[in-house]
């Protein structure tokens, strides 16, 4: 099972195509439309936000609400490109450089001057359009069609914001995932401590304010995943190392943990590793779960926790010192519009891009072609390893 997506940011649309989701799988455009308003939503987002309606159109692979087995296309329109037409080329390219909007200064912290550089664009909008994480709501939209499919087999994907700008969240970590991201979503900035959402938003107002960013730590929790999904016997087939490569390819993501992470390091393995026990109902588990749900490139059928380092978007209203690649002179960027804190946005596009590392694990483990195939496959596979 795998991916793809195009689209530039202000252009006509994005496009998502899917190969390797099993027919009779109901999906529904609601489904993923949710997930796209969820992505657009979150305290600290700019004006783009405002202009944007991310609803998806189905164009293939799904009949009278059910997956045909065929790829799948999903389909984005960008609402903005109404302003964009010219600038993106619908015509030929227009003589006047207002109306051209050339872009020959590299922001900091972009893709704008590497990618120039690699692809030969001395107009860096070339790469501008196409490394913006507007590209993250084709991500979300294959995220969401692999969310039901493990809905379907019972395991679900949440997310929520631990930190922002060094406020921590704290809370009963006792707590289902149900209860966690109920909380979040009642939250303008999807954290479950009210004390830390205040000051987080108060640090977001700050930011911005001082024509700064910010960033911060999102979490992703699954339950339900059954044990021993992934591999030990091939570098490429460890589900850890699979979903920290696919967290670290969001726009401004810079580090993966899983459970208590990099806490790990200063601990003595007692107060580390997770002791084994066995219950009739539910078969193996964890007294503990600081590793997070893996152990040797494989879940051990605990909750997975997973945590997303983002840095502070790079757009700055105070603008960063940057280069003119025509002039060679030094000029301080200007800005248009830009988020001062995506944090919240972020963690939705994390659980959607886990969910699709966590979908394709499933299909390649259990047969994929006939979906109601699939399950059974999986539910006798549960049965037999709580009793294993
Ligand atoms: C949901 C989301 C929204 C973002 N919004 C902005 C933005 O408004 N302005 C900006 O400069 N960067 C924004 N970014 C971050 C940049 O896309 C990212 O830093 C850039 O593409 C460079 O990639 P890198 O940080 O992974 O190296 C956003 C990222 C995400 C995930
Ligand atoms: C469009 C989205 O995010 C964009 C991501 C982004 C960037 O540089 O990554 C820059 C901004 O784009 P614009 O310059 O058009 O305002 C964000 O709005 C989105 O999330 O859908």
Known sequence: ???????????KQL???????????????????ESLLRRQGGYGRGRRMQIEKDLVEITAGVRHGYTLGSPISLVINNDDFKHW?????????PEDEEVRRTISRPRPGHADLNGGMKYGHRDLRNVLERSSARETAARVAAGAVAKVLLKELGITVGAYVREIAG???SFDESMSLKERVDIAEA???RTLDKKAEKEMMEAIDQAKKEGDSIGGVVEVYVEGMPPGVGSYVQYDRKLDSRIAGSVVSINAFKGVEFGIGFEAARRNGSEVHDEIAWEESQGYYRKTNRL????GGMTTGMPLIVKGVMKPIPTLYKPLQSVDIETKEPFAASIERSDSCAVPAAGVVMEHVVAFELARAMMEQFPGDYFPRMKQAVDAYREEVRRF
């Not at 037409?85 to 390219?93: D, T, W």
């Not at 997070?292 to 152990?295: I, N, Q, V």
């Open 187 to 189: 939250s303008p900035v």
């Open 167 to 169: 406020i921590v969240s």
């Open 15 to 33: 496009t998502t195509i899917i190969e390797g989701i099993p027919s009779h799988l109901p999906l529904l455009n609601d489904q993923i439309n």
């Open 292 to 295: 997070g749900g893996f152990e």
């Open 1 to 11: 099972m795998r991916y793809l997506t195009a689209g530039e940011s202000h252009g």
């Open 85 to 93: 037409r010219n600038i993106m080329g619908e015509s030929p390219i």
